[in-house]
């Protein structure tokens, strides 16, 4: 919808106070400072009664929709992951509330992803896929070629760690007897983190597309697969090839580690990139970032677990004329190019991608002369080219399930005792299986 087309239907419903549930953090929080606009245009107001991670979104609303009087809620921040259980409080978006010429704008794909079976449920925010970064001049320093495989990547990161450089941005004070040394690879270990990272290496692993769940998407969990994941995993541990206390680091900690110099490589999701970009540059001037697609994996494939965040009008909506406008204006255009160039995102609207394309190329081009503008032209061209190439052939999309929350809820420990030595893979492979395909 256009700015102009959005003035002309704000007259036609009249001024309301709209209360949302969103998600927050660094990478989200930008969105919601353009809500003053939003309340200019169309003379409602905005009041954000709930913003948090998306675990307490989730218990936020799962709570707040089991209560016996309907909540006061005009429009959430959701997942596709999520939308499934969610289905029963959210509202299917007709075509009165989201004509076909605007569901054209989007990406087909990222419009796909937001329908629960076959119902649009929400519009797409951003899409989420990760690539790998590395420290390129850690790499040079040591005579590293970035890893091509998974084995590889298993290798070079323990090389990293046994060479013991220290964490660039520490004092010679700060050091110490025991100096913080750089870490040569890290990933969420608890949470839905730890599943995802689990579920991308078990879609490099398997043979043959139905090893954890099959046409139906009814859980499988093919025990051979997953004890040949575990096994990986648990040896990424036990050769200090990830820090030795992995299981207490989820996205953010992820990310900070990198952006503080702490670690030479790690697979991140596109909005945390200007961030960590940032930070990284403040704490150590002289760090050269690279980037890449996955490491292939055993099978020769690729896959990144991916994902796309979202907004949904609830089912206890009280004005849902004024909230279909709030949806839209939160994924027009001019929002989701101020998320894809100030945090990094990457958008679902058409345009809004083939700006950002275009746009990054010309810097590039326009750079050429200047050395460290010209670094980071490159930096931003290539980390495009290969976001956008992970997300047209390597995305692993998990199923539409309603149970899918629960699932990865009760599963992600079985894998954190797997791969710190608390329980063997073969024994966390079984209790997986017996979990995953109970009713």
């Not at 209560?67 to 499934?84: G, M, W």
């Not at 839209?328 to 058409?350: C, H, M, N, Y």
């Not at 809004?352 to 930096?379: N, P, T, Y």
Request: proline share 7%; hydrophobic share 40%.
């Amino acid at each position: 919808m256009t700015q102009a087309s959005m003035e002309k239907s704000s007259t036609s419903s009249s001024p309301c106070t709209l209360k949302v549930a969103v998600v927050g953090g660094p990478q989200y929080d930008r969105l919601y400072e353009r809500l003053p606009l939003f309340e200019k245009e169309t003379g409602h107001r905005v009041e954000i009664i709930f913003r948090g991670s998306h675990p307490e979104l989730n218990d936020y609303l799962a709570s707040t929709f089991q209560q016996s009087s309907p909540p006061e809620l005009d429009l959430v921040s959701t997942h596709i992951k999520y939308a499934p259980s969610q289905v029963h409080f959210l509202q299917e978006l007709d075509y009165d509330q989201v004509s076909e010429q605007e569901r054209a704008e989007f990406l087909e794909s990222a419009l796909e992803a937001s329908k629960v079976q076959g119902r649009l449920m929400q519009l797409p925010r951003m899409v989420d896929s990760r690539v790998l970064f590395y420290r390129a001049d850690v790499f040079e320093k040591l005579g590293l070629s970035p890893p091509t495989t998974w084995q590889d990547l298993l290798t070079v990161a323990g090389k990293i760690h046994k060479a013991a450089l220290p964490v660039p941005s520490l004092t010679a004070k700060e050091l110490g007897p025991t100096p913080e040394i750089i870490q040569g690879y890290v990933f969420p270990g608890k949470l839905s983190g730890l599943f995802g990272t689990f579920y991308e290496l078990a879609m490099m692993e398997m043979r043959h597309p139905e090893a954890l769940f099959d046409r139906e998407d009814r859980p499988i969990f093919e025990e051979a697969v997953v004890v040949n994941v575990l096994k990986y995993m648990r040896e990424l541990v036990t050769s200090n090839a990830v820090p030795h206390d992995i299981e207490k680091y989820y996205f953010d900690e992820v990310s900070s580690m990198f952006s503080e110099g702490k670690v030479a490589m790690v697979a991140d999701w596109p909005s945390f990139y200007g961030g960590m970009k940032r930070k990284l540059r403040s704490v150590h001037p002289d760090a050269r970032i690279g980037v890449m697609r996955y490491p292939v994996g055993p099978n020769g494939k690729r896959s990144a677990y991916s994902g796309m965040h979202s907004f949904s009008i609830p089912k206890s909506c009280r004005y849902p004329e004024q909230a279909a406008q709030l949806l839209k204006f939160l994924v027009r255009d001019d929002q989701q190019w101020i998320e894809a160039s100030e945090s990094g995102s990457f958008p679902t609207k058409k345009a809004v991608l083939h700006r950002l394309v275009e746009e990054i190329e010309l810097r590039r081009l326009a750079a050429s002369d200047v050395i460290e503008q010209a670094e980071e032209a490159r930096l931003d061209s290539e980390r495009l080219a290969c976001l956008k190439a992970t997300v047209e052939n390597d995305m692993a999309m998990f199923p539409h399930l309603k149970s899918y929350p629960d699932l990865e809820d009760a599963l992600y420990l079985m894998i954190q005792d797997a791969i710190m030595g608390r329980v063997s893979p073969e024994e966390a492979a079984s209790k997986m299986k017996v979990r995953a395909c109970s009713p």
